[in-house]
């Protein structure tokens, strides 16, 4: 797994577990369908699938996969008032995108410094 080495000076409010949460869903998602290997990578900088996001949905085999991950990636973003969207092509790879509104904010927040 890679994470891109941007310096992103975007702020956002939220709820950091929860947004953590969501990362590490997908990251799952992501390694259980790579069978075979390969690179997954979050960095920061469009075929919809219907029922990607709708609870206990699975593409996965029977004892793989409970369904609710994904669609608990949805709701937190929505909560955090965002959005998510989702382009796959089978055999070439499925990509994630997060958007969260921007805080406007006068000061560096402390976990910063």
Do not use: W
């Amino acid at each position: 797994m890679h994470s891109c080495p941007y310096r992103c000076d975007s702020i956002i409010e939220g709820d950091r577990s929860a947004l953590q949460n969501s990362l590490m869903n997908l990251g799952i998602n992501a390694s259980h369908a790579m069978i075979d290997g390969g690179e997954l990578i979050f960095s920061t900088e469009n075929i919809y699938l219907d029922k990607i996001f709708e609870p206990f949905f699975t593409t996965k085999e029977n004892g793989k996969g409970s369904g609710i991950g994904l669609s608990s990636v949805y709701g937190i973003i929505q909560n955090h008032h965002g959005a998510l969207t989702v382009y796959s092509e089978k055999g070439d790879g499925t990509v994630f995108h997060i958007y969260l509104p921007n805080l406007e904010v006068d000061a560096e927040p402390s976990f910063f410094k």
